[in-house]
T-cell receptor, first 115, second 111 residues
Framework: GAVVSQHPSWVICKSGTSVKIECRSL??????MFWYRQFPKQSLMLMAT?????????EQGVEKDKFLINHASLTLSTLTVTSAHPEDSSFYICSAPRQGWDGYTFGSGTRLTVV | SQQGEEDPQALSIQEGENATMNCSYKTSINNLQWYRQNSGRGLVHLILIRSNEREKHSGRLRVTLDTSKKSSSLLITASRAADTASYFC???????????FGKGMKLTVNP
C-alpha cells in the first residue's frame, strides 16, 4: 500500500518549453507532497512542499515562477518546469508521508533532459 | 528533519558478505528512517526505528539506534548484487515534516 505513481519517468524537451510532472497517490490521500531535485551523483535537494488546497512552500533559492506546483486534490500534485533550460536537466522526485507514520513513499522519479 | 551523515560514503564488498553503514545525526529525534535508491530510480523506504527502540529487524536488514550517541547503523547480511544502491538515513521529528537528505552511502556488491 501507499504507492505514489510518478509520470513521466523520462522526458526530453526543447529549451523554452514547459514540462509537467505528475505524482498521484494511488491508495491513500496525500495532503502533503514534497518535491525534490537530484543532480547526478548528488543527494536529493528539497525544492518545495505542496499542501492540498493551499499554496506551495518553496525552499530558499528555488524560483516559484519557474517551478509551478499545484496540489489541486488529495491524490494529485503536479510540478511544471516552465521555460525549461538545459540547466534544469535533472532527476525530479516526489514524496508523500505514508499513512500510520511509517515513513515516506517516493515516486519513481522523472529524468528531465532539456536540449 | 536534519541531515543525517552516512559513513562510509562508499563501500564495496563481495556478494555474501555483510555490509554495515553508520549514520550520525545532530538533534533529538522521534524516529530515524533508512532509504535505498537504486541508480536512476526513486527512493524505497527500508525501515523506520523509533527513538524508544534500540534495534529493529526486517528480513536481512538490522538497524540499531543509540540516542545517547546520536547514531544509527544499518546492517545488511548476506549481501546480494541487487543490494547495490545508495543508502540514506534521515532523522525525523514526527508529523508531515520535510526530510533533509545527506549525501548517502554508495554500496557496491560485487558478484
Amino acid at each position: 500500500g501507499a504507492v505514489v505513481s510518478q509520470h513521466p519517468s523520462w522526458v526530453i524537451c526543447k529549451s523554452g518549453t514547459s514540462v509537467k510532472i505528475e505524482c498521484r497517490s494511488l491508495d491513500f490521500q496525500a495532503t502533503t507532497m514534497f518535491w525534490y531535485r537530484q543532480f547526478p551523483k548528488q543527494s536529493l535537494m528539497l525544492m518545495a512542499t505542496s499542501n492540498e488546497g493551499s499554496k506551495a512552500t518553496y525552499e530558499q533559492g528555488v524560483e516559484k515562477d519557474k517551478f509551478l506546483i499545484n496540489h489541486a486534490s488529495l491524490t494529485l500534485s503536479t510540478l511544471t518546469v516552465t521555460s525549461a533550460h538545459p540547466e534544469d536537466s535533472s532527476f525530479y522526485i516526489c514524496s508523500a508521508p505514508r499513512q500510520g507514520w511509517d515513513g515516506y513513499t517516493f515516486g519513481s522519479g522523472t529524468r528531465l533532459t532539456v536540449v | 528533519s536534519q541531515q543525517g551523515e552516512e559513513d562510509p560514503q562508499a563501500l564495496s564488498i563481495q556478494e555474501g558478505e555483510n555490509a554495515t553503514m553508520n549514520c550520525s545525526y545532530k538533534t533529538s529525534i522521534n524516529n530515524l528512517q533508512w532509504y535505498r535508491q537504486n541508480s536512476g530510480r526513486g527512493l524505497v523506504h527500508l525501515i523506520l526505528i523509533r527513538s524508544n527502540e534500540r534495534e529493529k529487524h526486517s528480513g536481512r536488514l538490522r538497524v540499531t539506534l543509540d540516542t545517547s550517541k546520536k547514531s544509527s547503523s544499518l546492517l545488511i547480511t548476506a549481501s546480494r548484487a541487487a543490494d547495490t544502491a545508495s543508502y540514506f538515513c534521515v532523522d525525523a521529528q514526527g508529523g508531515s515534516e520535510k526530510l533533509v537528505f545527506g549525501k548517502g552511502m554508495k554500496l557496491t556488491v560485487n558478484p
